[in-house]
């Protein structure tokens, strides 16, 4: 494990230290890092809240990170750079601090959290239901984003492997998208293959004949015996 010399020297208090460790282990590629005091408490083995709070309100004050506050959401931790950081005005200072954790006065609010007695000092925090809830509504945004990033490109036919083909299957998708109708890959899948039986012409006819009527599923265009037109659903997904 490599701690670099500036914050080795920066004189913090033991609780501000370990919370900034803790920030560079979770941060990203940004320097970014997002989670709550429930965390920090089982992580960094911090129990009181007032004592969170006043280590990080150190590393704010000393402006060794940034600190971002949501209204129910997650605050968002960012790293700064050492040249950023303000120094200890003096010893007495880092005296002060550490005062501060050691004797904090007022009533001090403990939660429970899963982890046994036996790993902390005093009663473990309890992760409430706002932050469970912050948590997983990250964690949705990260998947959306990674979904959005790579999606899925449908494997066409061979027979409608044609530059053609693909941009008359682009307007069926962007039709569809218009219609409030979401092609799944399942769809897509059935889609293409029952159209590939039709050959490329009567494929790109068959969309052309779906966008133009405003119809949700591909219907294919046939005559009947006397001569006129009349629609068959070929696929109603």
């Given amino acids: 494990m490599f701690i670099s ?12 230290f370990r919370v900034l460790a803790h920030i560079h282990r979770r941060a990203n590629g940004k320097g970014m890092a997002w989670f709550g005091y429930a965390d920090i408490s089982s992580r960094c083995g911090i129990n009181h809240r007032q004592t969170i709070r006043a ?19 997650r605050t968002t931790y960012t790293i700064t750079s050492p040249s950023e950081w303000r120094p200890t005005s003096s010893k007495n200072e880092l ?9 904090s006065t ?11 007695q036996n790993e902390h000092e005093g009663n473990p925090i309890r992760i409430s239901n706002k932050e469970k809830s912050a948590d997983a509504s990250l964690a949705l945004g990260s998947a959306v984003a990674h979904k959005e990033q790579k999606p899925l490109r449908p494997n066409f036919p061979g027979s409608l ?18 219609k409030k109708n979401r092609l799944t890959p399942s769809t897509e899948r ?23 009527q405003g119809y949700t599923g591909l219907v294919q265009p046939s005559r009947n015996g006397s001569g006129g037109k009349q629609k068959r659903r070929l696929l109603d997904l």
């Fill in 161 to 178: 492997e044609t530059p053609e083909f693909k941009a008359k299957w682009q307007e069926w998708k962007t039709h569809q998208s218009e």
């Fill in 95 to 103: 005296v002060q601090n550490l005062n501060t954790f050691t004797n």
């Fill in 190 to 212: 059935k889609q293409l293959a029952h159209l590939e039986t039709l050959g490329l012409a009567a494929a790109i006819e068959t969309i052309d004949h779906s966008i133009r």
């Fill in 55 to 73: 280590a990080i309100k150190e590393l704010e004050t000393r402006q060794l990170i940034q600190v971002t506050r949501y209204p129910g959401k």
């Fill in 106 to 116: 007022g009533p001090v609010r403990k939660m429970n959290d899963t982890r046994s």
């Fill in 5 to 16: 010399a500036a914050v080795d020297d920066a004189g913090l208090s033991p609780n501000a």
